[in-house]
C-alpha cells in the first residue's frame, strides 16, 4: 500500500491518467494532478480522491514548456515538502504519416512525450532525495510496433522507453525505481484521434483476453510498481495488451 506516500500523475486530469490517480489515492497516496485544459474535469477527479480521504492538489502547466515544468514543481516542494512518485503520463501528438511529417509537429510531440519526461525525472528526484521515490512512464505498443499515422508518436515513446532504461540505472543508488508500461490501444477519447483501419481495430477488440485495454487495467499497474513488492523491478518496459502484440492476427 501507498499511505503517506505523494504522487504527482502528469496529464492526470481524464482517462488514463485519471484512472491511475484514482487507484494510487485507493492504494492510500496523496496524488497531485496535473493538467493544461481540462480544469473541470482535473477539479472532478480531485474531489473524487478527497472523498477517498486523500488530499487532492491540482497544478495547471504545459509539461512541454520547460519552465512550466520548473513551476510546477517549485509549487510541489512548497504544498507538500517531499515527493514519493512520479507517473508521467501527458502525452500529444500529431497524427501524420513520416513523410508528411513538419519540424513543428515533430518538436511538439517529442517535447511533450520524450522531453518532458527527462525534465519531470531530473526535478522529481531532487524531491525524492533521501527517501527514494518510484517514476512510472506510459508508453504504447506504438513504440515498437508501425502503425498508421503514429509516426512522431512511436518514435518518442521509443526514446521514452530508452530513457526508462537510463535513468534506471543511474537513479538506483538514489533508491528510485524507474519502469515504463507500453499498451496497446485503450478505451479512451483519445483512440478517436488515429484513424487506424477497420482490420486492425476489430483486432484489437478480439484480442486473447477477450476485450480492450482498459485505463483501469493500466492503473493496476502502475500500483502494483509503485509499491514495495515491485523493488526487483528495474527499467522495465511492461508490455499490457491482451496477447495483442504476440498474436495479432488470431481472432
Same mark, same amino acid.
Given at each position: 500500500?501507498?499511505?503517506?506516500k505523494?504522487?504527482l500523475?502528469?496529464?492526470?486530469?481524464?482517462?488514463?491518467? *485519471? $484512472?491511475?490517480a =484514482?487507484?494510487?489515492?485507493?492504494?492510500?497516496?496523496? %496524488?497531485? @494532478?496535473n493538467? !493544461?485544459?481540462h +480544469?473541470t474535469?482535473?477539479?472532478?477527479?480531485?474531489?473524487e480522491?478527497?472523498q477517498?480521504?486523500?488530499?487532492?492538489h491540482?497544478?495547471?502547466?504545459?509539461v512541454?514548456?520547460?519552465?512550466k515544468i520548473?513551476s510546477?514543481?517549485?509549487?510541489?516542494?512548497?504544498?507538500f515538502?517531499?515527493?514519493?512518485i512520479?507517473?508521467?503520463?501527458a502525452?500529444?501528438?500529431?497524427?501524420?504519416?513520416a513523410?508528411d511529417?513538419?519540424?513543428?509537429?515533430?518538436?511538439?510531440?517529442?517535447?511533450?512525450?520524450?522531453?518532458a519526461?527527462?525534465?519531470?525525472?531530473? *526535478? $522529481?528526484?531532487? =524531491?525524492?532525495?533521501?527517501?527514494?521515490g518510484?517514476? %512510472?512512464? @506510459?508508453?504504447? !505498443?506504438?513504440? +515498437?510496433?508501425?502503425?498508421?499515422?503514429?509516426?512522431?508518436?512511436g518514435?518518442?515513446?521509443?526514446?521514452?522507453e530508452?530513457?526508462?532504461r537510463?535513468l534506471?540505472?543511474?537513479?538506483?543508488p538514489?533508491?528510485?525505481?524507474?519502469?515504463?508500461?507500453a499498451?496497446?490501444a485503450?478505451?479512451?477519447?483519445?483512440l478517436?484521434?488515429?484513424?487506424?483501419?477497420e482490420?486492425?481495430?476489430k483486432?484489437?477488440?478480439?484480442?486473447?483476453?477477450?476485450?480492450?485495454?482498459q485505463?483501469?487495467d493500466?492503473a493496476?499497474?502502475?500500483?502494483f510498481l509503485?509499491?514495495d513488492?515491485?523493488?526487483?523491478?528495474?527499467?522495465?518496459?511492461?508490455?499490457?495488451?491482451?496477447?495483442?502484440?504476440?498474436?495479432?492476427?488470431?481472432?
Amino acid at each position: 500500500m501507498l499511505e503517506e506516500k505523494v504522487a504527482l500523475v502528469t496529464g492526470g486530469s481524464r482517462g488514463i491518467g *485519471r $484512472a491511475i490517480a =484514482l487507484e494510487l489515492a485507493n492504494e492510500g497516496a496523496d %496524488v497531485i @494532478i496535473n493538467y !493544461l485544459r481540462h +480544469r473541470t474535469a482535473a477539479q472532478n477527479t480531485a474531489e473524487e480522491i478527497r472523498q477517498k480521504g486523500r488530499q487532492a492538489h491540482i497544478i495547471r502547466a504545459n509539461v512541454g514548456e520547460p519552465d512550466k515544468i520548473e513551476s510546477m514543481f517549485a509549487e510541489i516542494a512548497d504544498k507538500f515538502g517531499h515527493l514519493d512518485i512520479l507517473v508521467n503520463n501527458a502525452a500529444s501528438g500529431v497524427a501524420r504519416k513520416a513523410m508528411d511529417l513538419d519540424e513543428r509537429g515533430w518538436a511538439w510531440t517529442m517535447d511533450i512525450n520524450a522531453r518532458a519526461f527527462l525534465l519531470c525525472a531530473q *526535478r $522529481a528526484v531532487r =524531491l525524492m532525495e533521501g527517501r527514494g521515490g518510484k517514476i %512510472v512512464a @506510459i508508453s504504447s !505498443l506504438g513504440s +515498437r510496433l508501425v502503425m498508421p499515422v503514429y509516426t512522431a508518436v512511436g518514435v518518442s515513446k521509443a526514446a521514452l522507453e530508452a530513457l526508462t532504461r537510463y535513468l534506471a540505472i543511474e537513479l538506483a543508488p538514489y533508491g528510485i525505481a524507474v519502469n515504463a508500461i507500453a499498451a496497446a490501444a485503450v478505451q479512451t477519447e483519445a483512440l478517436n484521434v488515429y484513424k487506424f483501419n477497420e482490420k486492425l481495430s476489430k483486432t484489437w477488440q478480439t484480442t486473447s483476453a477477450g476485450r480492450m485495454v482498459q485505463p483501469e487495467d493500466i492503473a493496476k499497474l502502475v500500483a502494483f510498481l509503485c509499491r514495495d513488492e515491485s523493488f526487483m523491478i528495474r527499467g522495465q518496459t511492461i508490455i499490457i495488451d491482451g496477447g495483442f502484440s504476440i498474436a495479432p492476427l488470431i481472432t
